[in-house]
């Protein structure tokens, strides 16, 4: 089954939402291999939404999250992409809940980015996701395949991408756990292991106690200031 998302150029605010059903069971293709084909087809100084999301084909919303996350991974700075990409993961993610083709608008779609910063980016994601493929493979398929886990899983990764979205960019890794439990549900669902999907459940239960323990000092730094201050 071709998941490459429908042509939405002519898709108002009202359209009605495709009626495309998503399975994810297709594990042909690495996730090293979609995204190096993807580089090598980039062609001129700018990239969108819209193109990354034509130029995927099979089981391109799952293969999408995954390449979106990598700006969060590494130690690069892109104008722009926080949001767009943040944003794009929770509606995609929403998709993979509902079991429909999501629909995005066309500010988000058509957001140009610089395909100069972007490409090497995406070639160092390559690298970062080629050592996944050495060791991601179909096991314990009842935690990725189904109608019901992969709502369960979108769920998940639609948690994933608020707490990526949560303005913390300053504070060190409050990116990289979100972003690393999207990308392991994403790589495990769409190449069915579950042993992976759990790996991406784990890291946001541990992003979920970092925020936590993050809040507590916080506030304790600010009673002690206050008391300091009242004294």
């Not at 493929?133 to 608020?162: C, E, T, W, Y």
């Not at 392991?184 to 769409?190: E, P, T």
Request: proline share 6%; glycine share 10%.
């Amino acid at each position: 089954m071709d998941h490459r998302p429908p042509d939405q150029t002519s898709a108002g605010p009202g359209a009605p939402e495709p009626e495309t059903a998503l399975i994810f069971d297709d594990t042909r293709q690495s996730l090293s291999e979609t995204l190096l084909h993807i580089i090598d087809a980039i062609d001129g100084e700018t990239v969108t939404l819209r193109w990354l999301l034509e130029e995927i084909g099979e089981q391109g919303l799952l293969i999408l999250c995954a390449l979106l996350t990598i700006p969060f991974l590494l130690p690069v700075s892109i104008p722009g992409v926080s949001t767009v990409f943040g944003a794009a993961i929770i509606m995609i993610s929403i998709g993979i809940t509902i079991n429909r083709i999501p629909w995005l608008p066309a500010a988000l779609l058509d957001r140009t980015f610089d395909a100069g910063k972007l490409v090497p980016v995406l070639r160092k994601g390559a690298q970062t996701i080629r050592r996944l493929d050495q060791v991601i493979h179909p096991r314990l398929k009842m935690l990725s395949s189904g109608a019901m886990m992969n709502r369960l899983n979108g769920l998940g990764m639609v948690f994933g991408g608020v707490l990526l979205a949560l303005p913390l960019g300053l504070v060190p890794f409050s990116n990289t756990l979100p972003a690393l439990a999207i990308l392991f549900l994403a790589a495990g669902i769409s190449q069915c292991d579950g042993l992976f999907v759990l790996l991406g459940y784990l890291l946001l239960i541990a992003t979920v106690l970092y925020f936590a323990v993050l809040a507590l000092l916080a506030f304790a730094a600010g009673q002690g200031l206050s008391g300091f201050l009242l004294s």
